[in-house]
């Protein structure tokens, strides 16, 4: 641990125990932050990111008619006992 956090943690105990909660509260985040950027930059596309624009040229023209077919052709799912209540 550096010098100057050991110098300041035994101060800390001065402090009211609001302050005191504050402080370590700030102290993970800060924590959690560092943490955070360190995976971001172990963080590595396999693939080139593609733009999804044109994504679904792939797809057949009828690809809507026949969900559509399957969404008709199957019966309504009956309302959750939530929503009922």
Do not use: C
């Amino acid at each position: 641990m550096i010098d100057h956090l050991q110098e300041v943690l035994p101060r800390l105990a001065h402090l009211p125990p609001q302050a005191q909660e504050d402080v370590a509260n700030y102290i993970e985040l800060l924590e959690r932050k560092v943490y955070m950027e360190e995976r971001a930059e172990d963080f590595t596309l396999e693939e080139p990111w593609i733009d999804p624009a044109g994504a679904w040229s792939d797809l057949p023209d009828d690809m809507f008619e026949e969900l559509d077919k399957i969404r008709h052709s199957s019966p309504p799912t009956p309302p959750s006992l939530e929503a009922t209540a």
